[in-house]
């Protein structure tokens, strides 16, 4: 099994803080994606990391793919109510089966 | 464009009872995907497709069946519900291996 860790699980900020969450695994992934998931609807894709040591940002967002692809941060900046919601990473299936794994996730709570 | 959705949005079964929960995409994906998400266990898979009629077992297929006799349609049965069934769950659907996959808001089921 191919488990993604991700910390903290849980995390509660002001508005205007910035956070770090963090993905990590012990086994390689060709490719890392980051959803978020807003109370009662499903997961959306924010972004995917492909390269070692690649850097890409969204907004406030900064994602980050280790150089050697076992783990992966989101970095957000002057965090904001909106980005409120439960942060999951997902990587797939190395053994060349048609599936994601998903980490456990970090549930994120900006306060105003 | 409706992208994925799910049927019902929210059912109590009782123990013993069979149900049969639908997901529809109308992306013209090849993959389809049958998630339970339960606090502090993130998405775990129960089945997938890689294409109309076929189908296989994920991380935790006991208790569910799967259908996918058209391409657009995806089906999860349980035939003998019970309580540890209690969860909500995500159907998704992509277009490439390990492509974004798109979820659809999920269906609560509680199980008494």
């Known amino acids: 099994t191919q488990l993604l860790e991700q910390s903290p699980q849980f995390l509660s900020i002001q508005e205007g803080e910035n956070l770090t969450v963090y993905c990590n695994s012990s086994s390689v992934f060709s490719s890392l994606q980051w959803y978020r998931q807003e109370p009662g609807e499903g997961p959306v894709l924010l972004v995917t990391v492909v390269t070692g040591g690649e850097v890409k940002k969204l907004k406030r967002l900064t994602f980050q793919f280790g150089d050697a692809r076992k783990d992966s941060s989101l970095h957000i900046t002057a965090a904001q109510p909106g980005d409120t919601g439960l942060y999951l990473c997902a990587g797939p299936d190395q053994t060349g089966a048609n599936n994601l794994f998903f980490g456990t996730g970090t549930r994120l709570t900006v306060i105003p | 464009n409706a992208g994925v959705t799910q049927t019902p949005k929210f059912r109590v079964l009782k123990t013993g009872q069979s149900m049969t929960l639908l997901c529809a995409q109308d992306?013209?994906?090849?993959?389809m995907y049958w998630y339970r998400q339960d606090p502090g266990m993130g998405l775990r898979l129960i089945h997938y497709s890689v294409g109309e009629g076929t189908t296989a077992k994920g991380e935790v297929p006991d208790g569910y069946n799967v259908s996918r006799l058209k391409k657009q349609n995806f089906l999860l049965g349980l035939e003998s519900a019970a309580p540890s069934q209690t969860s909500v769950y995500f159907c998704a659907s992509t277009l490439a291996r390990a492509g974004t996959q798109y979820f659809g808001p999920g269906t609560r089921l509680l199980v008494l």
């Open positions: 992306m013209n994906h090849e993959y």
